[in-house]
């Protein structure tokens, strides 16, 4: 079969494409026309990851909704909660991959890959959860959001109860609940923007190819 | 046939059912032992429109929360855009509708009600906003705000396009799916809680029954 | 931000639109060019309840179908059952809320509202009954029906047992489910005439708003 | 690799089956208990084909939802239309094979295949008319039936105009509308009954093999 | 209602359809032009069954292609295995359906009725197998099928183990999902092909009718 | 509220789960057990790659399941086509994320990436092919392919026309459905045996974090 051994010459990979980095459809604000203390949290948080994510900026062209949905983010995944800011992320990385979300994916991927010290199950939550390589706290939490993302969603008290069969509490199912869902809303939002996820984000947390 | 029409007694309908008006299933402080912002704003409530809503219990079991999630509320559908009142409440209605939500539907079904001044059309939007009778500015809303609470939702510049040709802006899209989206995020939080719509929510806003 | 809570004004809700009371696209005969045993039949009704509810007007248009459908619908709804007539109007609301059907949801939602005495209850089927007060029977009335509307259906000699076991017959399986599809059937042909409620039906079976 | 290709012995094909020719799960009258009626259809149809469909056995065992089902499904497949029988038939065959319906593809495609006089298009559409050898106004037809089919139908103007390209009348619509839904409702209730296929049928209306 | 028993003249049943026998939308070779080893394959079925079916000639446009599909078709179909022919065939009839395949339904409905010698259960399956008569080993299988067919597949130890109980090895289970899967890709590429069924096989392994 | 702000102690991530790196649930063999030509391609792959992917230990397990595999993939993913090797890796990450196969999006993630010579793009395709920055060529392949892949797939006349406004050709159209259907099949077959990606296919064809 010689002739179907010859190479063909094909055009580059994906030739003409452009990566779109733009933190939004509706185009964002330079950080001098911000407002002062949205500003001043943008520079914060390039000193601290060497870039301003691109959340900041898409939400920044309207400061009212920024202030409120950084508040309201903060909250759930900063604030007090039985659950550890690495089980909060792989909420949000289950939920957005369900919801198809590039930016929330990209972005709170990284997040968990660097909170969870463990980029492979970080990767493996990505692509799928269900295969993933859990411990049975975290399937619980994962299956729980999972079952919150859902279209008509209500809890049934034997939910509840499997929770708590994990060590489990009813505010911890709250925040589970409130997390899945919010990222819910936050994917929706990206996906009206078209929001870009930074280009550093695809890197950030993984150890150095070692071959 | 006369065995036939023979009637036959009946249990009467749904014997042995209680009306379930607890706020949360995982309860809710009294006013008493509320943070006093947050007793104010219930006490303000009941002084205005008669009683507290549930949704102020239910979420005053966590005073952060109660906060950002009321704080964000407000700004979304009391705050300055280009959607009036009224047409907020239609998202929300025809949103939780298709969640299945029967909180939102309830208390949002009574606020259209209220604010939109025409009862039948608010039942309509409860039932199906597609077959309501919609002017065509109100249907591409509702059209939008449904197409924004489809799992995997990522616009189209053809869909901002389209409500373009309403006389919708970029601000408008985005406050139709920021609304949209935060009350997914809110149907699935009275999922989680079992919220149970206050009595008083289903006759008001209507008119008196004149036969 | 004294700017954004400068109240705007905006157009009066669903400015344009025309509430539609047509009984079908199709049009309808008038009662007077209607044979006999229909016109007396929607007198009769008319008598009862001070209006000719639609489904007669748009059905009339072709008297023998209209003949074979109140025939079966009478059997159905009104006939012989270990149903109560209440029960049968349950299942009606929950599979054309199911099924989006805004005639049916509005005109049997007003005759649940009455026969069933509860009308917070009729207004939960309305929107959800998963999620409404509901006692066990007619709750396991309710799932029966609600499979039954699945396309696909077939049962299961499990779901028969289960329906036994809170004291449902043969014949009332028989009966849920006859209810469950011919309203599927009469949804759907609803659907094609888009046939518009009566503007009475909206406030059937209502309480007076008493504050 | 012998060992590969060394014949094993299996079981014969679906050993310990048995083939369940019940009309109903519930049970079915000898014909000697039937009502007057109803005994002389069903000693006229086994006349005429053979043997009584399992149908009429099934429905026999409530004798007023025999006569309302019958007179219904005479009224739309052998009553006055736009439609010839054979067109109704495939309409039949059609939307039970999206319902998975056993009884109905069996007994209906062997009517498709004797009045449409065309057995390999008949098997087609009871597989999928989708890609079935259809002329265009065929075509339009089994393409609305499909729609009505689905949960949530409501007509566009759209859709009729569609038709009425194809020179089907509103009344065809009418017709086509209500033998899909009307199977919708047939099919739920062979499913209820686990009503199954006389063996007669799988051969009815085929050409005998000729190889 | 003697006008309505007027019979109508209505045009014959599809009339102006043509029945499609060609092999693929991509057309096929000649014999003459085929190489030597499809060709003969061609020759050797035909010799055998009276036709060459149109897989084989839909694919001989691309040898390697053929060879590559052949061989994996074999191995799977008449290799080796725990499984009976009839029951891989089975497996092939009821994915098939459930991906709406015409070829594949159609041709392995024909090897079904041949390798099982029971043509009403094969037709049974070709509809539904849920509802056919099937021994408990055989529904084991098929159900194992179809969940093998649904996108996202991931099979369960609690599955495997159900399978076991059934006397079903490892083995057993790979032949089961490699049947089903491989079926999954070749009813896409019969969709991608518009492949038609051979007109033999609608008749090919049914009794004669006997009336 | 300062106890809110008090930091809890939380278990470590996924504390007690353990990466599973088998290759699959069915077992695989040494290759000192495996037939000489199977073993000669693992030492191969090994030697050029630095690992035996868990992909070839699982098949190697049924040596002719293996062979038929391995040749058909091989033809599909490095034969003679009018796509590039790179295109065809992105149709199998894009399919393989749509069916949520953990093993191919990791492997296969990895090809794209050393093989499209974009990382970031290839991180794209794998959460949500429609978002990502693809030129108009690799949109219409990638879109083909997506619909290649839903369960019910016949190829309309109208799709292969716009694949042909793209430059792709019949038997380009050929490639894609063969190359997304097959994986369908392939991604079935990992999520049978719960194949394990290798842990190097994380990071292999990363740039090195440089942050």
Chains 1, 2, 3, 4, 5, 6 share one sequence.
């Not at 009813?170 to 925040?175: E, I, K, R």
């Not at 280009?199 to 071959?211: C, I, K, N, S, W």
């Amino acid at each position: 079969m010689p002739a179907a051994s010859t190479p063909r010459t094909h055009p580059p990979f994906n030739e003409g494409a452009v990566q779109n980095t733009e933190a939004s459809r509706f185009g964002a604000p330079a950080l001098a026309e911000m407002p002062d203390d949205i500003r001043t949290l943008c520079e914060e948080t390039r000193a601290k990851i060497g870039f301003v994510p691109n959340v900041f900026l898409a939400y920044a062209k309207r400061p009212e909704h920024f202030r409120a949905f950084m508040q309201y983010h903060d909250l759930l995944m900063k604030g007090p909660s039985g659950l550890s800011r690495a089980e909060r992320e792989a909420i949000v990385v289950a939920v957005s991959a369900a919801n198809d979300c590039l930016y929330c994916v990209t972005a709170h991927g990284a997040a968990l890959r660097i909170l969870g010290k463990d980029a492979a199950v970080a990767d493996q939550i990505a692509i799928n959860w269900r295969t993933a390589d859990l411990a049975p706290r975290l399937r619980a939490i994962l299956s729980f959001a999972a079952r919150v993302n859902e279209p008509g969603f209500a809890a049934t008290d034997r939910e509840l109860a499997e929770l708590k069969s994990f060590g489990l509490s009813d505010d911890d199912a709250w925040d589970i609940a409130a997390v899945a869902a919010f990222f819910g809303f936050s994917n929706r939002m990206a996906g009206l923007m078209d929001m870009r996820p930074n280009p550093q984000f695809y890197a950030l947390g993984r150890p150095a190819e070692d071959r």
